[in-house]
């Protein structure tokens, strides 16, 4: 693949047409697995700032073998457990403008299941009516469907004109809920041209989430970078060559790095041997991936690409590559240039969200400065636009930490209490936020109390109800 320098890029930013900033999404992808790691890695609804992302795509869902749409983990998801689902539509309430996507498939959901479904009217029809159920019980703004990949990880050739039939199926009966219909799809040439008739399903998608990263990982046997921005570039052009509306595609950004245990240390650079995957992070606990969260944290030895456009970092026998607040610049310069609808990250919950090298959310709020929108600074999971009161909620939120827990200021009053969230005096299945001196009430799920001292509704066994 040829190569070309960051100037290149930047000259042709200017001497391209541009779109209005306002106009750019942002899709804020959510691993809700992780509330369940240690620490400060583990991530809440509470943890989402509602004002940094256009859009916050829940993720995951899957479907039965008959093409159910269900959910895959009831306790974190529903309200007789953690009510992950509710306390997320709560969110809409402060950003009235929010939209919140169900996610359906990922990669551990395969694809055979899907390919099956797509291939069956009976079947298609199920998952139709079964998820539009679901999303409209929940209060979600639409589907965003992730099926990794058609015609490919024991998926039919088939699959990429069954996978037409089936999104054009689901549009027809979304569009008489305004409800809005994304994909995620693979970004090379290579995989997209077997998966995808582009210009067939394009007509049928609110956006299409373009994965620019993956690129390279240890199983190829050397270092690589992530996402460089030529292979970016290049995927970028090849779906708009194939009649991809710039509208539509959505770049995709990595907010981790795929790291690496290098065969020589003395080796260092991109493209040298590996022995395999590097060492497992503190937050996300796998071999060859770090979060941005982890990364940001090691005092490793750090080196701009200036060729590919993104960094690399090493340390001992171990290298990680990986975008930063400088190379996403560059990634937002390219959905400008290339005057795309916008940009999406994996995911929300890898970024530094509490603020524990800087600033928090500095790769997301990159992202939002790039296309003009103004953010605040400053530590911790807040430091955004100021919200706009609305009517309060009423659907259950895992609670941030608050000075104290308790019952908040004199009798609620929040105008003398500090930002956080406190027990509702009198009922302890119910609490509040203080926000820059406005209140807004929540309520746990069904048989569940808000536990001051983890900052989550519990069960009530676990709590210390006063009343």
Known sequence: MKLFPIWALAALCLCLGQVASSEKLINCYWGTWANYRPGDGKFTPSDIDPFLCTHISYTFFGISDAGEFKSLDTWLDMDDGLGYISQTIALKQRNPNLKILAVVGGW?????????????????????????????????DGLDLDWEYPGQ?????????????????????????????????????????????????????????????????????????????????????????QGAPAEKLILGIGFYGHSYQMSDSSQNWPGAACIGPGTAGAYTRENGFLGYHEICQNNWNTVFDQDNGAPY??????????????????????VESRNLGGAMMWSIETD????????????????????????????????????????????????????????????????????????????????????????????????????????????????????
């Open 108 to 140: 551990n959901e395969g694809s055979t299941k899907y390919s099956a479904m797509a291939a069956d009217p009976a079947k298609r029809a199920t998952f139709v009516s079964s998820s539009l159920a679901f999303i409209q019980q929940y209060g979600f």
């Open 153 to 241: 990880r024991g998926g039919a050739e088939s699959d990429r004109e069954n996978f037409v039939t089936l999104l054009r199926e689901i549009k027809e009966t979304y569009d008489q809920y305004g409800l809005e219909l994304g994909i995620a799809v693979g970004a090379s040439e290579k995989s997209a041209a077997i998966s995808y008739d582009i210009p067939a399903i394009s007509q049928h998608l609110t956006f299409i989430n373009v994965m620019t990263y993956d690129f390279h990982m240890a199983l190829d046997g050397y270092l690589g970078l992530n996402a460089p921005l030529p292979e970016v570039t290049e995927s970028i052009d090849y779906w708009l060559s």
């Open 313 to 334: 970092a090493f340390q001992g026998d171990q290298w990680i590559g990986y975008d930063n607040a400088e190379s996403i610049q560059l990634k937002m310069q390219l």
């Open 352 to 467: 530094d969200f509490r603020g524990l090298c800087g600033e928090s959310y500095p790769l997301l709020k990159t992202m939002n400065r790039a296309l003009g929108k103004e953010v605040s600074g400053g530590g911790g999971s807040g430091g955004s636009v100021t919200p706009s009161p609305t009517a309060a909620p009423t659907a259950a939120t895992t609670p941030t930490p608050s000075p104290g827990g308790g019952s908040g200021g004199s009798g609620g009053d929040c105008s003398s209490s500090a930002n956080g969230h406190y027990m509702t005096v009198g009922d302890c299945n119910k609490y509040y936020q203080c926000a820059d001196g406005i209140r807004y009430d929540f309520q746990c799920g069904s048989g569940l109390y808000f536990n001051p001292t983890s900052n989550n509704c519990d069960w009530e066994a676990n709590v210390d109800c006063p009343y």
